[in-house]
T-cell receptor, first 113, second 115 residues
């Protein structure tokens, strides 16, 4: 089954404790992206990757890091999480051609205390 | 930069009725794509319908159709014969036709279908 898998689905942690949210897709997609969803703001892009070893900032990259060492994986790293990073996070992937739809993971709810 | 505006934070409609969700956008691009995504309480992001800006014909997917007015930069979603399962948050989104496939989302409309 074609899917984008995020882990964990839920996480409660404390300020300053490094965490990683994993994202893996099994569709051989070139393009992957991270979004955060906040009430009243919709979804905003954090980082994206056009291919292996190619990453770039989206609209709200501060406080986040990413890497793309393998085509299927695109982890989101919070080196020193803060309460303003409490949010719902989505990973998405696509073939990288605009006429193909993006597939979303099921979301990760992060709470930073 | 592109912006997407959804002016209806919440809407409700009786089951089996028709409802229209509005969306306007601002861009200087000529080639782009527009989307409606549905987010039910399970919080999954589900693609409902997609429209290519170069196509004049309005997209249709079963009970879902759009009214795309390129000159007015308007992209409304019509849901016919609404069902209880249509209860969800609906997001309008814009994507440029090349490069970063970033989706620019509106703030969403929470739709409730009343039995």
């Amino acid at each position: 089954e074609a899917q984008v898998t995020q882990n964990p689905r839920y996480l409660i942690t404390v300020t300053g404790k490094k965490l990683t949210v994993t994202c893996s897709q099994n569709m051989n997609h070139e393009y992957m992206s991270w979004y955060r969803q906040d009430p009243g703001l919709g979804l905003r892009q954090i980082y994206y990757s056009m291919n292996v070893e190619v990453t770039d900032k989206g609209d709200v990259p501060e406080g986040y890091k990413v890497s793309r060492k393998e085509k299927r994986n695109f982890p989101l790293i919070l080196e020193s999480p803060s309460p303003n990073q409490t949010s719902l996070y989505f990973c998405a992937s696509s073939l990288g051609r605009s006429n193909q739809p993006q597939h979303f993971g099921d979301g990760t709810r992060l709470s930073i205390l | 930069a592109q912006t997407v505006t959804q002016s209806q934070p919440e809407m409700s409609v009786q089951e089996a009725e028709t409802v229209t969700l509005s969306c306007t956008y601002d861009t200087s691009e000529n080639n782009y794509y527009l989307f409606w995504y549905k987010q039910p309480p399970s919080r999954q992001m589900i693609l409902v319908i997609r429209q290519e800006a170069y196509k004049q014909q309005n997209a249709t997917e079963n009970r879902f159709s759009v009214n795309f007015q390129k000159a007015a930069k308007s992209f409304s979603l019509k849901i016919s014969d609404s069902q209880l399962g249509d209860t969800a948050m609906y997001f309008c989104a814009f994507m440029k036709g090349f490069g970063n496939e970033k989706l620019t989302f509106g703030t969403g409309t929470r739709l409730t279908i009343i039995p």
